[in-house]
């Protein structure tokens, strides 16, 4: 798999001891996301991959959202991917998404000041709350090609529809 970035600061792991958030073992199960509209506001969809420490692919999503922002559409994938995840008994997890406003929002370097999303927020922080060691990175979308594909493809069926 592709090396990832991470938003952690230089001294991460004493960052996560004093959220209460543990480090993600080097066994976890890697969730990548993505979200996508077009027009922005436009059609949307969510999707992503659950991908086993061993490297096998346990899941794929996608799912059609109506009309939404890129943004409100990448925290929809996120939510979707860690429901699934959490449905799998997927834990720990290491989330990878090439939204880095979403990844900033949630590693607490930037605010929610959208109102549409801060109820998203909320969620994606409470579902990742249940997992006993979490961790979001950002990546290249060049490193997120199968979840785009699954966006692109839940978009193009939509449009395909009578």
Known sequence: MPRARSYLRPKGQRAL???????????????????????NPGPAAAGG???????????????YLGV????????????LMLQKA???????????????????QLNGSYRVKDAKMIPLHA???????????SHIRH?????NK??????NATLDAQGSLP
């Open 17 to 39: 001891a004093r959220k209460g958030r543990r480090p993600v073992p080097t066994h976890a199960y890697t969730i990548y996301t993505d979200g996508g509209s077009r027009g």
């Open 49 to 63: 991959v659950i991908v086993g420490a061993d490297g096998s692919l346990l899941a794929e999503l996608g799912e």
């Open 68 to 79: 939404a922002t890129n943004n409100v559409a990448e925290y929809r994938a996120l939510i």
């Open 86 to 104: 959490r449905e799998l008994g997927c834990d720990p997890i290491e989330v990878r998404m090439d939204s880095e406003l979403v990844v900033r």
């Open 123 to 133: 969620q994606a922080t409470r579902l990742l709350r249940g997992f006993s060691a």
């Open 139 to 143: 990546v290249t979308r060049n490193e």
């Open 146 to 151: 199968r979840a785009d594909e699954i966006v």
